[in-house]
Structure formats: structure tokens, C-alpha cells
């Protein structure tokens, strides 16, 4: 069993949708959680991250962690076709332990 | 400012030729990591440095690999006899300290393809 497991997608919606991306992972001692963005041909950026439990707004997203049952969560409002990338859930161990990735696509 | 800097961005090796993988970190960032990422895969750790010490090398997949930062700055990742199985993308990423809750700074990647 992989530390992180992530829905591997893809995903289409259209624009203006609400986008629920999720991750679990096994390890209990993890306090760092992450969410990167990687467009093709790019190096991951990190967009939000989280400290233990709990929920953290920026802008449109909302990250989300769950430490009770070990669930991860990415929210995106009113998605945008600029929103379309692979979206990586990542624990930080010093060292990132990142998910399989889940491919997003916003259609106008 | 400037970000982290890989080089090339592709590389095309025969099988058996030796590659080497350069990274130049954000200026001042004690931290230095390398990752491997398959296609359609997240990154996965391959070793870390902080400053010119190598730390953490749990991740290297055979002693084909070999990583270094002499003077705790510039980095270099070395494969040795490449095998169709290296065949990925290699991400550098460099923090600043050496918190775990320091973020990461990714460059664009090395693309090698071992034909």
C-alpha cells in the first residue's frame, strides 16, 4: 500500500463547477499536508498548505484535512479553464511523499 | 528573482551512457532535493542535502545513481549506465531551511528519455 493514495481521474467539467479532489494516506504521525499544481511540462507549485487538522480558504480553493479518518481534500469554486493541470496531493515528511496525481480539464 | 534552473530540460541517452542532471537551486536555500516522476505519476523522492551533506539517499533506486553538492549551491544528479527504466522526468527542488514545513521550490524538470 502506497503512503498516499490519490483518485487518479482524469476529470472534465465545465467551467463554473465545483471540484472535489481527494487524497488518503496511512501514515498518523503526519502533520504537514500539501496541495501542489503541475501544468504540463512544468515543475509542481505549491498552492496550499495545511498544518493538523482542519479547513484553509485562499481565493477559490479550500484545502481540508481530516486527521480522524486520514482524508485529504482540495475544494475549487467556480473552476476556471486555467484551473486545468494535474493537482498533487503531497505529505511533507522533510522530504514530500506525493500522490499519483489527478489530472484535471475545465471546459469553457 | 530567479527560481531553481534545471538543465538540459531533455536529454536523449542510448542505453548503457552515462547522464548527468544539473541543478542550480534559489540562491541562499540550504535545502536541495531530487525527485523522479514516471509518466502520469506524482514525484518521488530520490535524495536530499542540506547545504553540501547528503542526508538522505533512501530513495535512490540503484547505485547507478549518484547525487552531489560539493559546495552546498549547485547540484548534480548522475546515472550511470542508463537503463530504459530511468526514463522519466527529474525534479530539483530547494527550501529555504530544513523544516518540514518549509515549502519547496520546483524547477521545470529534466526530461530523459533512454532509448
Known amino acids: 500500500q502506497k503512503e498516499v493514495e490519490q483518485d487518479p481521474g482524469p476529470l472534465s467539467v465545465p467551467e463554473g463547477a465545483i471540484v472535489s479532489l481527494n487524497c488518503t494516506y496511512s501514515?498518523?504521525?503526519?502533520?504537514?499536508f500539501m496541495w501542489y499544481r503541475q501544468y504540463s511540462r512544468k515543475g509542481p507549485e505549491l498552492l496550499m498548505y495545511t498544518y493538523s487538522s482542519g479547513n484553509k480558504e485562499d481565493g477559490r480553493f479550500t484545502a481540508q484535512v481530516d486527521k480522524s479518518s486520514k482524508y485529504i481534500s482540495l475544494f475549487i469554486r467556480d473552476s476556471q479553464p486555467s484551473d486545468s493541470a494535474t493537482y498533487l496531493c503531497a505529505i511533507s515528511d522533510n522530504k514530500l511523499i506525493f500522490g499519483a496525481g489527478t489530472r484535471l480539464a475545465v471546459h469553457p | 528573482g530567479a527560481g531553481v534552473s534545471q538543465s538540459p530540460r531533455y536529454k536523449v541517452a542510448k542505453r548503457g551512457q552515462d547522464v548527468a542532471l544539473r541543478c542550480d537551486p534559489i540562491?541562499?536555500?540550504?535545502?536541495l532535493f531530487w525527485y523522479q516522476q514516471a509518466l502520469g505519476q506524482g514525484p518521488e523522492f530520490l535524495t536530499y542535502?542540506?547545504?553540501?551533506?547528503?542526508?538522505?539517499k533512501s530513495g535512490l533506486p540503484s547505485d547507478r545513481f549518484f547525487a552531489e553538492r560539493p559546495e552546498g549551491s549547485v547540484s548534480t544528479l548522475k546515472i550511470q549506465r542508463t537503463q530504459q527504466e530511468d526514463s522519466a522526468v527529474y525534479l530539483c527542488a530547494s527550501s529555504l531551511e530544513t523544516s518540514g514545513s518549509d515549502e519547496q521550490f520546483f524547477g521545470p524538470g529534466t526530461r530523459l528519455t533512454v532509448l
Open positions: 501514515n498518523s504521525a503526519f502533520q504537514y
Open positions: 540562491s541562499g536555500h540550504v535545502s
Open positions: 542535502f542540506q547545504n553540501e551533506a547528503q542526508l538522505d
